[in-house]
């Protein structure tokens, strides 16, 4: 030692050097010989801990063992694979360089910004790469097979969209976060086991997406759809066995491809390059925990684009639903077709569904057919999914649903007071739902309301069942006592649908009474509208409630969870982040983003959410508010300024959105007056 060390202040030290010397051996003694010939004989020793101790004690043990956990975890050194520079740090607090990768193209940041954020967190002993190794791993993921990208005139795609699905379900299991989805039975019970094996020798592409509900498998669905600014189809691929997977950083942007249009043949092109990959996905299957499993493919997106992939005419062809058989409307035309497989104006059924092998065996436009042979598929479809596989577009058909409500009050008051009632009630329920729902129309969604605001309006269904009320309050006799059946059909109708929208967008598995609720809901529903409502026609989405969605529900106990809501999301995503990915044109700009979100993918919530911490959910009714003076009440929140001309544009698209509903609800009025008059002549 010769004086160097021994002080008060080396104290620390020593102890820590002799931790590490005496922790790491085995012996219970240490003898040591000194050049004197003495012998020195060190024995371990135990001392237990007192087990009941006061709070400065427990503060100190807890604040030790701390340290400890910071020392031992924190950070890990070796050699990383992804960097390939022996001695960098592999992994910080449970996140690899990989997913560090990912974290900084998931939250759009800079590489600048992220070394500053490492800087501020204590650098190296932060336990994150530096922005160096981070870079040198992303040109190596980015090369990877998974993440490959190709550039079409059509758009920006990903090379090898199986190869990018069995990535994300190696992570999924990797993280402990994959989920069994399971196909139920009548009794709303999976109808395998737990424990159940793929069978050794079987075949996936034999079962063409559809294997049986008794085999182990992967839910997978592709879904397209149209939308953002700049305007672009984007196609996406959701793994559903996970806890969110309709959050759009838990799906797989498969490809964005700009463009004008998207109807067949431009839609035929893009898919061009997904599906073999597609194809390959069904038949070899996907590795789950070394288990080769099959693909349960499930077609989602917006109801034009499903009818585009599957080769259907469209919501006005002779036959408009692509999973069954009924024709739009009887007519005199096709009078045996009507009573062969029925109408969508039948609301008590019987549903025909569609073979199951009828889009798969439709290789070849086959428009010079007949009607009776091509049902209104006359194109070869891009995807060929079993009819039951479907999903019935639970967001798209709560906003049809509920404008669909909203303008049915307009069109009871052109009924009972005329068009010049009908155009003030109009603009009177575009004020009330801005000033008790406080709900406004947006121009993105075609002059509608969003999602979000559909369930609010659905929440306050009670003010508009009044307001309805209030205005046919003037009438008087025969007059008065049809519009009270019309109020009592309406209230009645607002009140199912609450009930159904809740269980229709329910992205979890949907309770067995509820499921059996939903049946008779829905049938009361759409009943009760066509029977009380004479004028009006059950839509091809008011059809796909109706004799579709129990169905689908009852086989994959859930809607919600299927549904397009990841989809749409997408369009949002692309709109506020495409500054972050310049180009020289909208293409190039596509390929960056699409590049950036596929090494996001590596950082995805279901992913690293593993190491976050997690929160118990909060007890009903405990955000509520409980008191008058409550500031979360919105009356005793401070108002929100607002410049005159954001106030002027808001009254403006309320006045367009109520123009638009009277305009339509006046159409639908005139076209049933005047089928009314033809009947009687």
């Keep these: 030692m010769s004086g160097g060390v021994g002080h008060a202040q080396d104290e620390p030290i020593l102890g820590r050097i002799a931790s590490v010397i005496l922790l790491s051996s085995d012996q219970d003694e240490i003898c040591l010989h000194h050049k004197n010939g003495r012998r020195r004989v060190c024995v371990r020793k135990v001392s237990p801990l007192r087990v009941v101790v006061k709070k400065s004690q427990q503060n100190k043990r807890r604040a030790a063992a701390r340290q400890q956990l910071v020392s031992a975890n924190a950070t890990k050194w070796g050699a990383d694979e992804m960097s390939g520079t022996p001695g960098s740090p592999v992994e910080v607090g449970g996140l690899s360089v990989r997913q560090q990768v990912g974290l900084v193209f998931e939250l759009g940041i800079s590489w600048s910004t992220f070394s500053k954020l490492r800087h501020a967190l204590g650098g190296s002993k932060s336990g994150l790469a530096s922005r160096h190794v981070l870079r040198a791993a992303k040109r190596e993921l980015a090369s990877s097979p998974a993440k490959e990208l190709i550039v079409t005139s059509t758009g920006a795609h990903l090379a090898n969209l199986?190869?990018?699905?069995?990535?994300?379900?190696?992570a999924l299991c990797d993280a402990g976060q994959f989920v069994e989805r399971f196909v139920y039975g009548p009794d709303h019970e999976p109808l395998r086991a737990e424990d159940a094996t793929v069978p050794y020798d079987f075949d996936p592409g034999a079962w063409g997406g559809r294997p049986p509900p008794t085999v182990p498998d992967v839910h997978i669905t592709v879904g397209l759809d149209k939308g953002g600014d700049p305007g672009s189809e984007k196609i996406v691929d959701t793994i559903i066995n996970q806890e969110r997977p309709n959050n759009p950083s838990n799906t797989i942007l498969a490809a964005v491809c700009p463009c004008d249009k998207d109807h067949y043949p431009q839609v035929s092109a893009m898919m061009a390059t997904h599906m073999p990959c597609i194809d390959e996905l069904l038949g070899r299957g996907l590795d789950v925990r070394g288990e080769r499993r099959p693909v349960r493919l499930i077609l989602s997106g917006d109801y034009e684009s499903q009818k585009t992939v599957v080769g259907h005419k469209g919501p006005n062809a002779i036959m408009p639903c692509y999973q069954c058989k009924s024709t739009k409307a009887p007519s005199i035309a096709h009078a045996a077709l009507d009573a062969k497989?029925?109408?969508l104006q039948d609301v008590l059924g019987p549903w025909h569904l569609r073979d199951a092998d009828q889009y798969a065996h439709c290789v070849e436009d086959v428009a010079n057919l007949g009607q009776a042979d091509h049902l209104s598929v006359t194109r070869a479809p891009l995807i060929s999914p079993h009819p039951r596989q479907i999903v019935p577009i639970p967001v798209h058909l709560t906003l049809g649903i509920n404008s669909r409500e909203l303008r049915?009050?307009?069109?009871?008051?052109i009924l009972c007071g005329g068009h010049r009632a009908g155009s003030a009630f109009a603009h009177e329920l575009a004020t009330l739902l801005h000033e008790e729902v406080h709900v406004h129309p947006v121009p993105y969604h075609g002059g509608l309301f969003i999602g979000r605001d559909c369930h609010a309006i659905g929440e306050h269904s009670d003010a508009m069942c009044a307001a309805l009320e209030r205005k046919l309050s003037w009438l008087e006799g025969e007059a008065a006592a049809v519009s009270r059946r019309f109020l009592h059909a309406y209230r009645t109708a607002w009140g199912l649908w609450n009930r159904i929208r809740k269980v229709l967008n329910s992205a979890s598995i949907v309770a067995a009474g509820d499921a059996a609720a939903f049946w008779s809901d829905v049938e009361a529903f759409v009943s009760g509208l066509k029977g009380s409502f004479s004028w009006l026609n059950v839509s091809p989405k008011l059809y796909l409630l109706l004799a579709h969605a129990p169905d689908f529900l009852d086989e994959f106990g859930s809607i919600g969870l299927y549904g397009e809501q990841g989809l749409e999301a997408w369009h949002g995503r692309y709109t506020q982040t495409a500054r972050l990915y310049p180009g020289e044109s909208d293409l190039a700009s596509a390929a960056e983003f699409v590049r950036a979100m596929a090494l996001a993918g590596d950082a995805s919530p279901a992913v690293i959410g593993q190491s976050a911490h997690k929160r118990s959910s909060a007890k009903d009714g405990a955000h509520l508010?409980?008191?008058?003076?409550?500031?979360?009440?919105?009356?005793?929140?401070?108002?929100v300024p607002v410049c005159d001309e954001t106030r002027?544009?808001?009254?403006?698209e309320r006045a367009t959105w109520a123009e638009k509903v009277f305009a339509v609800a006046a159409q639908t009025?005139?076209?049933?007056?005047g089928r009314l008059r033809e009947h009687s002549r």
């Design 162 to 170: 199986a190869l990018a699905v069995q990535e994300r379900v190696t």
């Design 341 to 343: 497989y029925g109408t």
């Design 408 to 413: 049915l009050a307009v069109e009871v008051v």
């Design 625 to 639: 508010a409980t008191k008058a003076g409550d500031k979360r009440l919105r009356a005793n929140k401070p108002v």
């Design 648 to 652: 002027e544009k808001a009254a403006s």
């Design 669 to 673: 009025v005139a076209t049933y007056e």
